[in-house]
């Protein structure tokens, strides 16, 4: 009756997920400063000489948008939210910054 009897389909969920994309749900609320690069990341107030220290809150390497995105373990949960969003909409991980941008105005 409500299109979920037959397991939830992508295409029933498919307006749902719509809908709660454009709801801006802040999920990954840092990602306007990932995609530009700009602002509180450690590499990018290095180069500006804003801190003495680059690397990440992880210790693992330095703190750049990459890192953020796909390789730090501290936004494991945020990241693994946005590849399951990414990937119910059809869209395939990892996803270029300009497919975050399109796809996830909620972060902007
Ligand atoms: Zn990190």
Same mark, same amino acid.
């Given at each position: 009756?409500? #299109?979920?009897?037959? #397991?939830? +389909?992508? /295409?029933?969920?498919?307006? +749902?997920?719509?809908?709660?994309?454009?709801?801006?749900?802040?999920?990954?609320? $840092?990602?306007?400063?990932?995609?530009? %690069?700009? %602002?509180?990341? /450690?590499?990018?107030?290095?180069?500006? #000489?804003?801190?003495?220290?680059?690397?990440?809150?992880? $210790?693992?390497?330095?703190?750049?948008?990459?890192?953020?995105?796909?390789?730090? /373990? /501290?936004?494991?949960?945020?990241?693994? $939210?946005?590849?399951?969003?990414?990937?119910?909409? %059809? #869209?395939?991980?990892?996803?270029?910054? $300009?497919?975050?941008?399109?796809?996830?105005?909620?972060?902007?």
């Amino acid at each position: 009756m409500d #299109g979920y009897e037959n #397991g939830g +389909s992508y /295409k029933s969920f498919s307006p +749902s997920v719509r809908k709660m994309l454009t709801k801006k749900i802040p999920i990954f609320p $840092e990602l306007t400063t990932l995609l530009t %690069g700009h %602002g509180n990341i /450690k590499s990018y107030l290095y180069r500006l #000489g804003l801190t003495h220290n680059r690397m990440c809150p992880c $210790e693992e390497e330095e703190q750049t948008v990459d890192h953020l995105i796909f390789k730090c /373990k /501290k936004l494991r949960n945020q990241r693994n $939210e946005m590849i399951r969003q990414t990937k119910n909409t %059809g #869209g395939n991980w990892p996803a270029t910054n $300009e497919t975050l941008i399109n796809n996830y105005q909620i972060f902007l």
